[in-house]
Every structure is written in C-alpha cells, then in structure tokens.
C-alpha cells in the first residue's frame, strides 16, 4: 500500500495578520477554503522547545538549540523525512542550515520546497521555515510572498497537510502567543486554540489513518 503524502509544514513566526495585509492569495484562499484555527503558545517560545512539543506530543522546554536531537515520536512513528527543523543548530534533517542571517530567504525556501515535493513521492514529510524568525527585512511583504509560493506548491503535492506556526512575530516582550494552524484536518477541539502538542498527534493520525 503506497504511504500517504502527508505535509506538516511550520512557517516560525507565520501570522494571519500579515498574510492578510500582505494579501497572500494561496495562503488565504486555504483559509476560506480548509480547516482553519489559532495555534496558542505561550511558554514554548523559542524554536526548539516548540518543535520538541510538536513532535514528541508533549510540552518540553529547553534551553537554546540541542547538540543532537532526541527520539521523537512523532517521526518514529510516522517514519517522516525530516527537511530544516530548528531543533538543532544547524537544523534538523536535509537540506539543513543555520538559524542565522547569512542563509539567504529563497536559498532555504527553494531548498525546503524542492527536498520536500522530492520526499513527498515516496511519504510523509515534515519540514520548516524560519526565515522570518532569523531575517529582519523593511518589506515583510516580499518575504510573505515567497512563503505564499511555496506552501502552494507544497499543499498541491501533498494528499494531506498541516500548515502552522508556533507563535507569532517577536515582539516586546517575546513572540506574539498566537499563531496559524491550517490544514486539511479539522482542529482537535472545535472551539479552543491549537496546543503545539496537539499538531503532532493530528499529522500522525493523517499518516496512520487511526
């Protein structure tokens, strides 16, 4: 039986209200058109505890960026290629590179979206963008546009997708607690925020089909 395309793809610091400013039109048309919700976090606020939360399905917080990736049992279970994740530095997975400034915006999109429409054939994929975390630039927008690209091609790979964030822009006093779930899944609980820890759980069910 052939694996199932399933997508989980985090954008670090992706908001609703910048893609709606910047009119994203694929970002915004799967908001009108699949399951949408807030993801809400207001701990787990660098990238690796939030990635470690999503993919071990349970609230873990660390200090900085791990040496060396634990067992997650979220890709264990799931057997899913790994592209970017911030979990270490430099990421988790292939292509890989450094939460810094020096990778350039479309050098690690494009990298991101061609590895994963490639693994896509063959399965689950879970991959990561941080270019708006690690990249100050005077026009958002230009950035919002070459993320709105690639999650189009993305989503029209995938058979099943999550797209999320798992906080919002940095701001004063941290990130923004609130960030974007879209998927083709519905939200775990229908009239409360997404919990990272609940992403990890809906894209394993997506690939299991429990």
Not at 85 to 105: A, E, Q, W
Not at 107 to 131: H, K, Q, R
Not at 164 to 182: C, I, M, R
Request: neutral net charge.
């Amino acid at each position: 039986m052939a694996r199932v395309k399933a997508l989980m793809l985090g954008v670090d610091s992706l908001t609703y209200k910048y893609f709606m400013k910047c009119n994203s039109r694929n970002l915004l048309t799967l908001l009108d058109t699949t399951f949408r919700g807030v993801t809400e976090n207001r701990t787990l606020q660098n990238p690796a505890s939030a990635w470690l939360t999503v993919l071990t399905e349970r609230e873990t917080q660390v200090q900085g960026f791990l040496q060396k990736a634990p067992e997650l049992p979220v890709v264990s279970e799931t057997k899913a290629t790994l592209i970017n994740v911030p979990i270490t530095n430099p990421t988790l997975g292939s292509p890989s590179f450094t939460m810094d400034p020096s990778i350039d915006i479309k050098d690690e999109v494009g990298n991101v979206v061609n590895a994963a429409l490639e693994a896509l054939d063959s399965g689950p994929v879970i991959a990561a963008i941080t270019a708006l975390e690690r990249v100050a630039i005077p026009n958002i927008c230009s950035l919002y546009d070459v993320i709105d690209s690639a999650v189009r091609k993305l989503v029209l790979a995938a058979d099943e997708f999550i797209i999320f964030s798992p906080y919002g822009p940095k701001a004063t006093s941290g990130y923004d607690p609130y960030g974007v779930y879209l998927a083709s899944r519905p939200r775990p609980n229908e009239h409360e925020t997404v919990k990272l820890w609940e992403i990890g759980r809906v894209f394993t069910i997506m690939v299991t089909r429990k």
